[in-house]
């Protein structure tokens, strides 16, 4: 058994590892080897033994979109350790505490108006489980219990619970392995490519039929705004949201948009919602949420959605994690929000996007590279083909950079305070893997 007084040596926590640790999207044993993570900090993560020549690595991931202001920051270290000498965790039924009740007040002030009410969760996808709870309960405490299903356009993630793995794209997405059991949901087509290109009429139509085939049985419509992340890393245009939000509103269907990934100004407007300037019925919130120190997730939703769910038969919301609203998570969290709004960060925000697109530009003339889109703090780089991830990474680990493709994707979302020869560091290291995998 090791001490853990004592750090083990990398190729001995490697060997017990691979015998003991279930990695995510990974096989038991992994088939490929883990690089151990000794420390981090500000936009770099040291390995505990060199890899390609590399001490450390400037991390382009923002360890999967949340690491906001990078690691090791003092503002959120201190909101932690402040917080840790109070209390760690107090239940939160029948009992409440100021950072959760601060970040609740403070996450109603900085979103879409009309956002009223905060339900904290533990991870996105619960906060995906919850925002479906409350639409359907909603329906059934107005009396209309045959409004049970969702709509959702293709190319989608929502997380890796079940019902979140119902809106996944079933074909090609991450969960088609389970299209058959899963609760059968609606799909619209993908949404036409490009935050630039204006919204066609056409695909208006498309959903526009789908809400009013199926208006009675749908409980709301779920989507990714402006990005659909981890389904394929394509962005659209704003415009096809306040189609939505038209739509639901004429066909009394529920709005849920998964900020999970976008919020917190990942795509260069505080919440991708504000692209449209509207505001869902329900608004889910999570990653960058904590600047990437602690799993917490939020589902917020209107006043109309609450006060439905309240006059019900079941006048409550039967959810209730262990360590909702824990006061390590809501502190960081609230320090977080804190440093963002503090300063100019549409401005970092803009200063990585001209650096991502001018950084890998020269993708563009690759062999085997499909398409090249930059948007806000995300850079994408799509190939033709699969990606051979290991090859991937090993050329982008020789260039000093962490990366993690998947399908035909190599994209990066570095930390906000990347700076800008990290950013072109970052970009040379996507053209080496572009070029190698
Ligand atoms: C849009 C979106 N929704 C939900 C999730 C699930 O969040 P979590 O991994 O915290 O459960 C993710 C995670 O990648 C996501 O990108």
């Not at 219990?145 to 709509?151: D, N």
């Not at 356009?153 to 392995?177: A, F, I, K, Q, S």
């Not at 049985?217 to 189609?243: D, K, N, S, T």
């Not at 990366?403 to 800008?420: A, C, E, K, S, W």
Request: overall charge negative; glycine content about 10%.
């Amino acid at each position: 058994m090791p001490d853990q007084h004592h750090p083990l040596p990398a190729a001995e926590l490697l060997a017990l590892d691979r015998q003991h640790v279930w990695h995510p999207y990974g096989p038991m044993p992994g088939r490929q080897e883990p690089l151990v993570i000794s420390s981090a900090s500000g936009v770099r993560l040291r390995l505990a033994e060199p890899s390609q020549g590399q001490d450390e690595l400037v991390d382009g991931m923002s360890s999967w979109w949340s690491a906001i202001h990078g690691y090791n920051h003092p503002a959120l270290n201190e909101a932690v350790t402040d917080q840790l000498g109070r209390m760690s965790h107090v239940m939160f039924g029948g009992l409440t505490h100021e950072p959760a009740v601060r970040l609740a007040t403070r996450l109603v002030e900085i979103t879409p108006p009309g956002l009223e009410h905060v339900f904290l969760a533990d991870s996105g996808s619960v906060s995906v489980e919850v925002a479906v709870k409350m639409c359907l309960q909603y329906w059934r405490s107005t009396g209309r219990s045959g409004k049970t299903r969702l709509l959702t356009w293709r190319g989608g993630y929502h997380g890796d619970t079940w019902t979140p793995m119902g809106v996944c794209d079933p074909e090609g997405g991450m969960h088609e392995l389970w299209s058959g059991i899963l609760p059968q949901q609606l799909f619209a087509d993908v949404p036409p490519s490009g935050f630039d290109a204006p919204v066609d009429p056409a695909y208006a139509d498309h959903l526009r039929s789908l809400l009013a085939a199926h208006a009675d049985e749908l409980a709301a419509v779920i989507v990714e705004p402006v990005v659909q992340g981890a389904g394929g890393m394509r962005f659209h245009h704003p415009g096809y949201l306040r189609v939505l939000r038209e739509l639901c509103d004429e066909y009394d269907v529920l709005l849920v948009l998964d900020e999970i990934a976008t919020g917190f100004g990942r795509t260069g407007a505080l919440f991708a919602a504000d692209h449209a300037g509207i505001t869902p019925d329900v608004m889910c919130l999570g990653k960058s949420l904590t600047g990437g120190y602690l799993t917490l997730a939020a589902t917020l939703c209107t006043e109309r959605v609450a006060n439905g769910i309240s006059r019900g038969a079941v006048p409550i919301l039967a959810h209730g994690p262990t360590f909702m609203g824990n006061p390590l998570a809501t502190a960081v969290a609230l320090a977080s929000i804190d440093l963002l709004l503090g300063q100019d960060w549409q401005r970092e925000v803009k200063r990585i996007e001209a650096g991502l697109s001018q950084g890998l530009a020269p993708a563009r003339e690759l062999p085997g590279v499909r398409d090249v889109r930059v948007l806000g703090a995300i850079g994408v780089v799509q190939l033709t083909h699969e990606v051979d991830v290991a090859a991937a990474t090993r050329a982008a680990v020789r260039e000093g950079v962490w990366i993690r493709p998947f399908r035909d994707l190599i994209y990066v979302m570095p930390p906000f305070v990347t700076g800008d020869a990290d950013v072109a560091r970052i970009c040379r290291a996507v053209c080496a893997a572009a070029q190698e995998g």
